[in-house]
């Protein structure tokens, strides 16, 4: 089959195609204990197929429903205490956000000089945050979106991966899904159901709020909880919201986004351990100085999506609401702080004439 033949199929069997290979790879490494499973299995079998031309895409109120049953399914595994207590060291966190700001600019410049590309192409590549929204940015600039995208989807596959095989090997097999408690009536499902629909509204109608499809049910989902209002994520209501966060991000790997990468990416692959490495080292100091255990501190400081980390947070057990405050704080801060920062930077680096 030619490299674009998966394109030219009927959209009804691209997506039979998508569905059954992403949830059977997902169930199987699921069955074989491996970390953030349900997420890994999708987004390995979209980037395969979109290499291989596949034309369908999943719209955005399927990505953002998605987001909204992750976010469901963090809320539900928040604790009060760990988090009040969180909040209380505000200024370690605040530090450790500023480092990962900081290591990703790092990175962005090590990148540029290793592979030629534009430096301000190379920062937006490299900080952490919304994909999207730094893409669009880059756009905005003039500055090559396709690169940036190129960027920003490579660093995200490599954190996934490498916080898996990390899990792996600290942790060991991963825990199985706990969110459907045996006993909970059928009627548990309908906050989260309704949660779902809150966070498509917000991705749709504010979309100001950075990651509301996720942080708007987190944070609705775990006052419900605080109150006595149960609900229930089931293991094939997960299984499903993941595949959508999954697919959605292997599928953007397209052949042309390949073709434009292809001569910079072994630079960029290793430009990408390096800011894995760095992260890694702060997450060690991190719990050093927090008492956390080691694998909650480097999920909590590695520049990946929240979705993602949560999934494999759960799946290694990790402390959730510790990773939470600091992955939702670096978020504020990158949209609020990232491009003034890295406008800043690159005109000293300008001036200096470096």
Same mark, same amino acid.
């Given at each position: 089959?030619?490299?674009?033949?998966?394109?030219?199929?009927?959209?009804?069997?691209?997506?039979?195609?998508?569905?059954?290979? !992403?949830?059977?790879?997902?169930?199987?490494?699921?069955?074989?204990?491996?970390?953030?499973?349900?997420?890994?299995?999708?987004?390995?079998?979209?980037?395969?197929? !979109?290499?291989?031309?596949?034309?369908?895409?999943?719209?955005?109120?399927?990505?953002?429903?998605?987001?909204?049953?992750?976010?469901?399914?963090?809320?539900?595994?928040?604790?009060?205490?760990?988090?009040?207590?969180?909040?209380?060291?505000?200024?370690?966190?605040?530090?450790?956000?500023?480092?990962?700001?900081?290591? =990703?600019?790092?990175?962005?410049?090590? =990148?540029?000089?290793?592979?030629?590309?534009?430096?301000?192409?190379?920062? @937006?590549?490299?900080?952490?945050?919304?994909?999207g929204t730094m893409i669009a940015l880059a756009h905005d600039r003039g500055l090559d979106s396709r690169m940036v995208a190129f960027i920003q989807i490579l660093r *995200?596959?490599?954190?996934?991966?490498?916080?898996?095989?990390?899990?792996?090997?600290?942790?060991?097999?991963?825990?199985?899904?706990?969110?459907?408690?045996?006993?909970?009536?059928?009627?548990?499902?309908?906050?989260?159901?309704?949660?779902?629909?809150?966070?498509?509204?917000?991705?749709? @109608?504010?979309?100001?709020?950075?990651?509301?499809?996720?942080?708007?049910?987190?944070?609705? !989902?775990?006052?419900?909880?605080?109150?006595?209002?149960?609900?229930?994520?089931?293991?094939?209501?997960?299984?499903? =919201?993941?595949?959508?966060?999954?697919?959605?991000?292997?599928?953007?790997?397209?052949?042309?986004?390949?073709?434009?990468?292809?001569?910079?990416?072994?630079?960029?692959?290793?430009?990408?351990?390096?800011?894995?490495?760095?992260?890694?080292?702060?997450?060690?100091?991190?719990?050093?100085?927090? !008492?956390?255990?080691?694998?909650?501190?480097?999920?909590?400081?590695?520049?990946?999506?929240?979705?993602?980390?949560? *999934?494999?947070?759960?799946?290694?057990?990790?402390?959730?609401?510790?990773?939470?405050?600091?992955?939702?704080?670096?978020?504020?801060?990158?949209?609020?702080?990232?491009?003034?920062?890295?406008?800043?930077?690159?005109?000293?680096?300008?001036? =200096?004439?470096?």
């Amino acid at each position: 089959m030619l490299l674009s033949d998966l394109g030219r199929l009927p959209h009804a069997l691209q997506w039979g195609l998508l569905v059954v290979g !992403g949830v059977a790879l997902g169930l199987g490494m699921e069955f074989l204990h491996v970390p953030a499973a349900l997420l890994l299995g999708p987004l390995i079998w979209a980037a395969i197929l !979109g290499m291989r031309g596949m034309a369908i895409r999943v719209t955005a109120p399927t990505y953002q429903f998605g987001q909204a049953i992750a976010g469901a399914l963090i809320g539900l595994n928040i604790n009060p205490q760990i988090l009040a207590m969180t909040t209380q060291m505000w200024p370690v966190v605040l530090l450790f956000v500023i480092l990962t700001l900081v290591f =990703a600019c790092a990175a962005g410049l090590v =990148a540029t000089r290793l592979t030629g590309l534009d430096r301000e192409v190379a920062m @937006w590549g490299f900080m952490p945050g919304m994909a999207g929204t730094m893409i669009a940015l880059a756009h905005d600039r003039g500055l090559d979106s396709r690169m940036v995208a190129f960027i920003q989807i490579l660093r *995200l596959l490599m954190v996934i991966a490498a916080m898996v095989a990390f899990g792996a090997v600290l942790v060991g097999p991963a825990l199985p899904h706990a969110a459907a408690e045996p006993g909970q009536p059928a009627l548990a499902i309908v906050p989260t159901l309704l949660l779902g629909a809150l966070g498509v509204a917000t991705g749709k @109608w504010l979309k100001r709020i950075p990651a509301g499809a996720s942080l708007v049910p987190i944070l609705v !989902g775990g006052v419900l909880c605080l109150n006595g209002i149960a609900y229930t994520v089931p293991h094939w209501l997960v299984t499903a =919201a993941f595949f959508f966060l999954g697919a959605q991000t292997g599928l953007r790997f397209t052949p042309e986004i390949v073709r434009v990468g292809a001569k910079a990416l072994p630079m960029l692959v290793l430009t990408v351990v390096l800011l894995l490495v760095l992260c890694g080292v702060s997450g060690v100091v991190l719990s050093l100085v927090s !008492g956390s255990d080691l694998m909650s501190s480097v999920l909590a400081t590695v520049p990946g999506s929240i979705d993602s980390i949560a *999934l494999v947070a759960l799946s290694t057990g990790s402390d959730m609401s510790f990773i939470m405050v600091l992955q939702t704080t670096r978020l504020f801060a990158v949209i609020v702080f990232g491009p003034p920062i890295a406008r800043t930077l690159l005109q000293l680096l300008k001036l =200096a004439r470096i």
